[in-house]
């Protein structure tokens, strides 16, 4: 491997990438990249952050392949092998580790998956491990970060880093479709098309039909309420470029909903778009490994089928439409009185409001930004993600209790167009189809005919004047 250092000529363009790779060098030094690569040859970067889970990163690492030759020539894919120390990670789970990290050698030496370059991270071994307390919020940073700093060594700073699971092999054509999507320079972060793969036992795929049912639901209010918001909080779909990586601050070190959050800060500081045909399978498997997530939503379902799981009711969006509105037609106002006619609205969104501070928070965007349209995109940078999950939580506790999905997408058959509606006495998975053509519909190709590497789901979608 060469060494990936880098001018001080090379990034004074980018001060911000500067900054954010001095501040992490430690973590650099404690867990150090290796591996047979150019780093000057690197077009993409794609990190993949593993804790026992040797099959399944081979099987991933395989499909990964499933791409052309120029795109897997161009693409360096950084493991980092993670656990905790004994005693506070499963000692087989560590003996997994460690013959990941011995076989993953061996296909190293062997250049088993060229033309795409390989490297990897040991956060698995002696003063290696991760520290008591983080997870795989660190382990993605660790290799985010090298990602960072190849990229910038490479002077490709618009090239993007992808983050990719273990257990969420990509359709093929991948890499593909996302270095097509990254050629437009002006690209800032971005999010592939997802689809759960359902396990064999009948609880638990009942359980995984529920989960997905319940993020494109949520995905598809968003959508409807005007949402910036409005895409799949998945760690294993999101991918930035260099450049947007330093300025949203990096990948924060959360033991659980690091790509929730690190996701809303790339929405706040640039555009988060769908990424076409580009297409990524993750595991519907049970898990105990995060307090939230697929994993636990698969363990800890309890309900007779995957219709009878509540939702948000869908008035907390319509809700969250007409305040948006609000917002926009009204810009000009004083926060006093915007507060006043959002209470007008509904009176749990004013009290809501009123105790994050609106008022003021509304008159230091008004003294700082003249221009209404940033004043506006400022707001949803302070009504953010977050604070939207928050009021729905409140409204739910209010007047707006959740509703079982069967009867809350009932309601939401109004907001979808008529080739995307079901009937109400499908099962659940048939209606989860349904969701699945409304949602991939943002990821369908944009030109036609379509590229060789848009894969067959995409190509199924009903055609879109």
Known sequence: MKDHTFSQTAL??????????????????RWPLTGRFDPDAARAVVVIPALAERGLLFETLAALGNSGVDAQSGTLIICVINNHAAGLSRAEDIADNQETLREFSGRLSEDRYRPMMLAVVDASTNDRTLPAGEGVGLARKIGLGHGLRVLASAGRLNAPLICLDADSPPAPGYLDAILAFYEDKTRWAGYAAYMHRFPPASQEREAIIAYEIYMRYHEIGLRHAGSPYAYP??????SCTGEAYAACGGMNRRCAGEDFYFMQQLAKTGAMDAIPCALVYPSGRASC???????HSVRAFEHPTALDVPLYHPECYELLRKFFSLVRENRELNGIRVLELSGDLYPELG?????RGFVKAWEGLRQRY???AQRLHQFHVWFDGLRTIQ??????????????????LSIMRAWLPEEMLWFADMPGEAVLEALRRSCLQRHGPHVCPAPDYCPDPFLRLPATS
Do not use: W
């Not at 001095?22 to 650099?28: E, K, W």
């Not at 490994?289 to 994993?295: A, Y």
């Open 370 to 372: 003249r221009d209404s």
């Open 233 to 238: 909080a998945l760690g294993s779909i999101v």
């Open 289 to 295: 490994r995060t307090p939230f997530g697929t994993g």
């Open 12 to 29: 004074a363009a980018y001060p911000t990438v500067k900054k954010y790779l001095a501040r992490q060098a430690p973590i650099y030094e």
């Open 351 to 355: 009290e809501y409001l009123h105790e």
């Open 391 to 408: 009021l729905i939580h409140r409204l739910r506790e209010s007047a707006l209790p959740d509703l079982p999905a069967r009867e809350a």
